[in-house]
């Protein structure tokens, strides 16, 4: 052990530079932990981060004078063993509190872009159901304005019937147009309504990306959360104004619906409105079919969004961990700085086994002494070899 009891000095100043490293990032990453500005909540913070430290520098000054002057191989094996123990440990109190010092901050805002981006997805896919749904209003629109020249035609000329009046064919596309023109302002009046969410929708987006500078800590995390809420009930707002399921089920019965008034007296006018009727109803079928086709398209559209998107409030720690595989290279650095004695205390071990084991020559145990131990077995080398010749000397002159 004599050999590297002269690196015993700075490797004790370099554990005393880790460990205060480790204790100023513990000291970081739990006062994220612990919200509140108040001197106890200071004071918890540095008393924590001070016992971290001491913690860490009297593990690794004991083990590295402990464990390399263990000899038996057995008794090593446990000294190891229990050196593991104290880094699981160091890792679990220590190197938590680094991660959350070096990246929490970076992880709650990685936690909070994913949980936005959820619900700008949802935003986007309902404002495309909207924006099919709007294509759908100049066909109604147009629609229910035919059927209404139809019907002012078939009034005003017997177009169809050749007989001019309030008939029954006219009824019926006075029934069609009416009924394509109030779907049409149903549709509009719920884009109305969409489009004054959005509006919403976007301002809560921006508000939930750029918090003012003055929010930190516990209540921002509350804000976000709040801010995220209101978001999903506007979106959910949005998606139940969208009339597309009612779009699609007006569309089904439109034929069906229409009521035809009792038929003319006279036989050829009788049939002659049958024989219209027929093609009216032929036409507005098509158009009802194509219609709810499209209504149906939308209605997909918005049933295959993934579940509502849910935000989870996360403190900097959980979020550490949760997206530990995000930030692997900033995870090493937190773990480093805490096993970076393990390394030179296996260093150590190796170089005393090296030493002990005469790796360089056989071993000379006079070298393996101090200076001072050396002095000293010389001096009393010296004095053996006086005495011997002392006593040579008595013995010649006694024979």
């Known amino acids: ?30 006062r994220q932990l612990l919200d509140g500005e108040s001197l106890f909540v200071l004071l918890a913070a540095i008393v924590y981060a001070g016992c971290i430290s001491l913690m860490i520098a009297l593990f690794w000054m004991w083990a590295m004078r402990v464990l390399p002057t263990t000899q038996s191989p057995k008794r090593l094996l446990w000294g190891f063993l229990t050196v593991l123990v104290g880094v699981i440990t160091i890792c679990m109190v220590s190197s938590s509190f680094n991660a959350t010092a070096l990246f929490g901050p970076a992880a709650l805002k990685l936690h909070e872009s994913r949980a936005l981006s959820a619900s700008e997805q949802h935003l986007d896919t309902t404002h495309r159901a909207t924006l099919q749904m709007r294509d759908l209003l100049p066909d109604l629109r147009s629609d229910a304005e035919r059927f209404r020249k139809m019907e002012a035609d078939e009034r005003e000329n017997g177009r169809f019937t050749l007989h001019p009046g309030d008939g029954a064919v006219a009824e019926l596309f006075g029934q069609a147009s009416r009924r394509l023109g109030q779907l049409a302002d149903t549709v509009e009046s719920a884009l109305t309504e969409i489009k004054d969410l959005r509006d919403e929708a976007v301002v809560l987006i921006a508000d939930m990306r750029d918090p003012p500078s003055s929010v930190n800590g516990m209540e921002r995390r509350e804000r976000f959360r709040q801010l995220a809420i209101e978001l999903y009930a506007v979106i959910a707002k949005m998606r139940a104004a969208i009339p597309a399921g009612t779009v699609k089920r007006t569309a089904v019965y439109l034929v069906s619906e229409l009521l035809m008034q009792p038929p003319a007296i006279n036989k050829a006018l009788r049939d002659k409105q049958h024989k219209v009727a027929d093609q009216i109803k032929a036409t507005l079928q098509n158009t009802a079919q194509k219609l709810a086709e499209r209504a149906g398209d939308i209605a997909k559209l918005l049933d295959n969004l993934p579940e509502r ?23 090493i650095g937190a773990i480093a700085i805490d096993l970076m004695p393990l390394l030179l205390l296996i260093f150590i071990v190796i170089a005393e086994r090296n030493f002990n084991d005469g790796e360089s020559g056989p071993r000379n145990p006079i070298m393996d002494r101090s200076v001072d131990e050396y002095m000293k077995y010389k001096e009393l080398e010296k004095q053996i070899r006086n005495s011997e010749n002392v006593r040579s000397i008595h013995h010649e002159r006694a024979s």
Request: with cysteine; proline share 8%.
């Open 1 to 30: 052990m004599t050999r590297i009891r002269n690196l015993f000095a700075p490797t004790d100043a370099a554990l005393v530079v880790l460990a205060t490293g480790s204790g100023i990032y513990s000291y970081l990453g739990c």
């Open 309 to 331: 998107p849910k935000f989870e409030p996360m403190h900097a720690i959980e979020a550490v961990f949760a997206y530990a595989g995000e930030f692997v290279p900033a995870w």
